[in-house]
């Protein structure tokens, strides 16, 4: 095998097991990564502005503005107007967002964050230039993504 053929194997594998992981996710809680992203901001600060949840999880305010709709749709979260300024509008959860929290497993990022962090520096280094190389080589290097592990749209599911 060349080595082109095992860093294409060793590429398709970790698309796969993203995959795999996200559709884990939404069998046993019927939430994707993103939305469980949110759920964990929310759960930690209720009553978090949009803006302030896209900068935490490096997502646009549009993108978790669609994100939300669908979980205010599904009675996760509720928007609520601030009595006080009438511009802030906070986020919290249902009862039903507490309980797919709750039940909810760490979301693969997670995961791989306490391995990647349990590395030594110049390997994570190491690690980090090589994939940006990769991206750069597939012609990604200006694609706009997020630290989110998830195959496909954030937004459509």
Known sequence: ????????????????????????????????????LILQKVGKQPGVMVREIAEDITLSAATV????????????????R?????????????????????????????????SFSDLAEWEQSQMVATLQRLASMMGAENMDAAPVLEVGSIVDK
């Open 65 to 80: 503005t669609s994100i939300l709709d669908r979980m205010e749709s599904r009675d996760l979260v509720q928007r609520i």
């Open 1 to 36: 095998m060349t080595k082109d053929e095992e860093l294409l194997i060793a590429l398709r594998k970790i698309i796969r097991s993203i995959d795999m992981r996200s559709r884990e996710l939404n069998k046993q809680v019927g939430l994707t990564g993103p939305q469980l």
């Open 82 to 114: 601030s009595t006080e300024d009438k511009r802030r509008v906070g986020v919290f959860l249902t009862d039903h967002g507490m309980t797919s929290l709750a039940s909810a497993p760490l979301p693969l990022q997670e995961h791989f964050r306490k």
